[in-house]
């Protein structure tokens, strides 16, 4: 044993340093002399002296004011031979002892910066310009879905507040950013938000064409919801990785994870609704100008032909409610 | 202060007058043979008062009037009177109450044999004998006749009010007569006499202002020759299916009157769109004044009169509606989008609960006929009790031009699948489009 590791601990018994001393006698104190110093005002100037005997390690309190104790338990000392795992308080600093050397991890690699994406993103000119596509999409998409009369406000008033969100949300990212990394990235994560928001508007009116033109039911919800979880990954992958220091492929499963979480609760809310009974009913009910028609058109006679399911549908559904229904009020 | 000054000539020229018009009005009107008072007491001890009684509480839940209809204690009522029991034999009992001559009340239990759910009557069998009944009157009435209605109005005892026979309705599926008379709930069930104390109809419900419906006594005497035939008592396991089986024979009836012509149709801009297919349907027209970038005027046929099955359950309904979309102002993509606002949901809905109906299913597609492309969407729905009957929706919206179109749904409620794929098909194939 030739060398000792002094770990200096803060208050959640964390490491916060290491020191490797090999030269003995080892002092430890606030005093600049010392071998180790620690900037604690209720150590002393020459709190403590650790020596060398053959084969251990003694240490000594040099009349300190505020002494040495034992954490574990907790006991005055005078002085102490010191073992592996040996934990010591001095002022209001913890102190443990170790003789052996560990095998440290991996050095995490620091992101490529800046990367393409990163000299993309300096460039004043993309965020006002991918702002600018953002307003000019959901103002088009209101601008189709209002029946009634329109004027630019009554357009601008519906696209703002979607805005002030995505600005809102981008500054979440960013703050995190600069917390964890101690990097802001704000036009990054507003870029990612407002271009991924415009890419799902895209793919829901795509789903919806999709399924009128083709006739094929309920292939709108399937599209939108595949689409909806790739949009959240990548939404959710994208702020991780630049606001957090996890690997890629932990920001990939986290991301994945999250979005099939929520989507799937939004989805199992949803669906519970549309099986609670309603007077109203449920079809698909898209549509299109007559130009998007690629289906074609049946004739009537093999549209009621196709109706039979339907009728066997509610049949086998209704197959023991009846009787059982009838049975019930008889012998009630 | 303004005095009038009477002369002694003008009062006696005054009471004169009077006088005199008290002598002509008693000269002109025929004697009345019988007043209110000597058919109401002629005619009480064949009339009762019908009760519902949960056995849990052993409390009445529903009250109605009844009467004897022979001399073996067969009781007519109205099926709405009793329907709570048809839906729950075991949960409520059918009592009657009869006043003896001392006046006081005597309740007895009641037996439900028959029923006509389509024309809201029931038979009740008691174990009465040789009781006073009324007869059904044969004669044909003129407008104007009087009319006496006997009941129990609100639980307050019988009571008979007059009224004035007004014809036949036509503006319902089934016919009813028209009283101006001021018929209420718990009047229901009871019978409207002539003086000569002829049923002419059963008191079945009031549209306020008196004005009163009654079912015409035709409806009973064919229940009451149902009720001849030997076996055809129902018991309470028949109850329900028998309703089933009344309102498919009911629906087979008037579909197929409907389906036996063509549709007469109705220009709406460059659209035929069928018209009033029967002249019991209401059909009216309304256009959206709103300030709008297009323009929309809509025409509706209905029913009035629905089928009464239980309470918050009724059937038989027939409505039909056709919207005319057009636009110069919009493109195409907003008008399609308007197109759609129409065809997402029909502009009227049955009503109904969870514990009668099952969920609308549907099938959605486009189909043509010579003229004319749709996007179609059929909808149907099952009733939990009765077998073999649904209810139908159907929403179309027309897909022949960019800037204008057609949205028309169809209800048939109560329907067989059969019908209501024919119905539908004519329905369809009644729509055209001139370029």
Known sequence: ?332 | MLKIKHSKFSISLYFTFILLNLFIVNLFTPPVFASTQGVFTQYKNRLTQIRIVDKTTNSKTTIGSGFFVNNKGLIATNYHVISKHVFEPNQYRIEFVLHDRKKTKKVYPAKLINFDVIHDLALLETNLKNTPFLKLNKKSLKKGEKIFSIGNPHDLGMAIITGTYNGLTNDSMNKRIHLSSAINSGMSGGPSITSTGEIIGVNVASAGNQIGFLVPVNYLRNLLKKHAIPKSKITAKQFIPEISLQLLANQTLYISKILSSPFKTKKLGKYEVPDKLANYLTCWGDSETKELPYKASQNSCATKNDIYLAQGFTTGDIHYSHTHISSKDMNVFRFSHVLQNYFKRPDVLLTGKKKYFTNYECKTDFIENDSMKFKLSFCLRGYKHLKNVYDMILTAASLNENHTGIQTNLILAGISYENANLFSKKYLEAFSWTP
């Open chain 1, 1 to 332: 044993m030739d060398a000792l590791i002094i770990e200096v601990l803060d208050r959640f018994g964390k490491v916060k340093t290491r020191h490797r001393v090999e030269s003995f006698p080892c002092k430890i104190g606030r005093d600049f002399s010392n071998n180790i110093i620690l900037d604690d005002t209720y150590i002393s100037p020459n709190h403590i002296t650790i020596e060398q005997s053959e084969n251990s390690f003694l240490l000594q309190d040099n009349e300190s004011m505020n002494g040495v104790y034992n954490v574990h338990p907790f006991k005055k000392l005078d002085s102490l031979a010191i073992e592996n795992n040996s934990r010591i308080r001095i002022g209001h600093t913890d102190i443990r002892f170790n003789f052996t050397d560990h095998n440290v991890k991996e050095t995490l690699k620091d992101r490529d910066v800046p990367s393409q994406l990163a000299m993309l993103v300096s460039n004043v000119f993309v965020l006002p310009i991918v702002w600018f596509i953002f307003c000019a999409a959901f103002m088009i998409d209101s601008f189709i879905e209002e029946t009634g009369l329109i004027t630019f406000q009554k357009l601008l008033s519906e696209t703002l507040p979607l805005l002030i969100f995505i600005i809102i949300w981008a500054l979440i990212w960013a703050t995190i950013s600069k917390v964890v990394t101690h990097r802001f990235y704000f036009i990054f994560h507003a870029i990612w938000v407002s271009c991924l928001t415009i890419a799902s508007t895209i793919l829901d009116n795509f789903s919806k064409y999709f399924e009128f033109s083709f006739s094929i039911s309920g292939s709108a919800y399937i599209i939108s919801l595949i689409s909806s979880i790739v949009i959240t990954s990548l939404l959710f992958y994208g702020h991780l990785h630049y606001s957090t220091t996890l690997t890629a492929i932990k920001s990939k499963y986290i991301s994945i994870t999250t979005s099939i979480v929520i989507i799937g609760m939004i989805e199992i809310f949803s669906l519970l609704n549309a099986t609670e009974f309603s007077n109203t009913p449920r079809y698909s009910s898209v549509i299109k100008p007559p130009m998007f028609i690629l289906a074609p058109a049946s004739t009537i006679d093999d549209f009621f032909a196709g109706t039979t399911n339907i009728k066997d549908n509610i049949d086998e559904e209704l197959q023991n409610t009846t009787s059982s229904l009838i049975n019930k009020a008889i012998n009630n």
